[in-house]
């Protein structure tokens, strides 16, 4: 599918991004866990996560508002259209509630089911990720690619959903990297390990159970960048996929081993 979006909606999208990046930016340095809820056993949401949406949705509609919106927060929004916009507004919601920088924004535009734009924005890193369907992915401007590590030298991330089986997945994964002796870690921003795999940081990247709105601007970024995705089983990733593997597609199907 060509490119199906134009510099309006790739402006707003940015604009979007940064705005809510100045919210967000300034409750983190003044905030107090106790504003912290809970809304599963595993996952929190804060009044931020909150505030974050409401301008990244009021900007969307205000100037599309024949789009449709997926948020985590508030759900699905607007009148069945082509376009399809999802919204993470605080992706690392952990990370931000105890000053650890490893947070987002992710924000992405979908046309007839296929991402077209992905952004992902850490405000105290200062770093802007950006991909649009054909075009390359950049971080703050500049063109990137995924890395040409491999094996022994590969640093692999892996994320999980509040699901108990998803988790009990992650986990052996995590013991297989670690027992063969990889380097293994969990981040705590599915958006920023997908841009880091993008821009080369780190190698892969593997979630059970993940959500369209903590992936979906990724996979564009690592798309973009020369790298691969796929779901956990080794085939093509899907907003409907229950889970994602990306990679710099070097070992790609040694980690869907790996993984099963």
Same mark, same amino acid.
């Given at each position: 599918m060509k490119l199906m979006i134009n510099a309006k909606m790739?402006?707003?999208?940015?604009?979007?991004?940064l705005a809510a990046g100045r919210e967000l930016y300034k409750r983190y340095e003044k905030f107090n866990r106790a504003e912290v809820k809970f809304k599963s056993s595993r996952e929190i949401v804060t009044k931020a996560?909150? +505030?974050?949406?409401?301008?990244?949705? #009021?900007?969307? $509609?205000?100037?599309?508002?024949s789009h449709q919106i997926l948020s985590e927060e508030s759900g699905l929004s607007g009148q069945q259209s082509p376009y399809f916009w999802i919204v993470?507004?605080?992706?690392?919601?952990?990370n931000f509630s105890m000053h650890n920088p490893l947070w987002s924004i992710s924000i992405a535009l979908c046309y007839q089911g296929e991402v077209q734009l992905?952004?992902?924005f850490a405000p105290?890193?200062?770093?802007?990720?950006?991909?649009?369907?054909? +075009?390359?992915?950049?971080?703050?401007? #500049?063109?990137? $690619?995924v890395s040409d590590k491999r094996a022994k030298?590969?640093?692999?991330?892996?994320?999980?959903?509040?699901?108990?089986?998803?988790?009990k997945q992650a986990l052996r994964y995590y013991e297989k990297q670690?027992?063969?002796?990889?380097d293994c870690r969990q981040l705590g921003s599915a958006a920023i390990e997908l841009a880091y795999v993008a821009s080369g940081r780190i190698e892969s990247i593997g979630i059970p159970g993940a959500n369209a709105w903590d992936v979906a601007a990724g996979v564009l970024l690592v798309s973009e960048a020369k790298g691969r995705v796929t779901d956990l089983l080794g085939q093509r990733w899907g907003l409907k996929s229950k889970g994602?593997?990306?990679?710099?597609g070097l070992d790609h199907a040694k980690l869907v081993r790996s993984w099963r």
């Open positions: 790739m402006k707003v999208a940015a604009a979007a991004a996560d909150l +505030a974050s949406e409401r301008i990244i949705k #009021q900007m969307i $509609k205000d100037n599309f508002p993470d507004p605080l992706d690392g919601t952990t992905g952004i992902v105290v890193l200062g770093e802007i990720f950006v991909a649009a369907k054909g +075009a390359g992915a950049f971080l703050n401007g #500049q063109p990137m $690619k030298a590969a640093i692999n991330t892996f994320c999980h959903s509040s699901n108990l089986k998803d988790l670690k027992l063969d002796n990889f994602i593997l990306a990679s710099n």
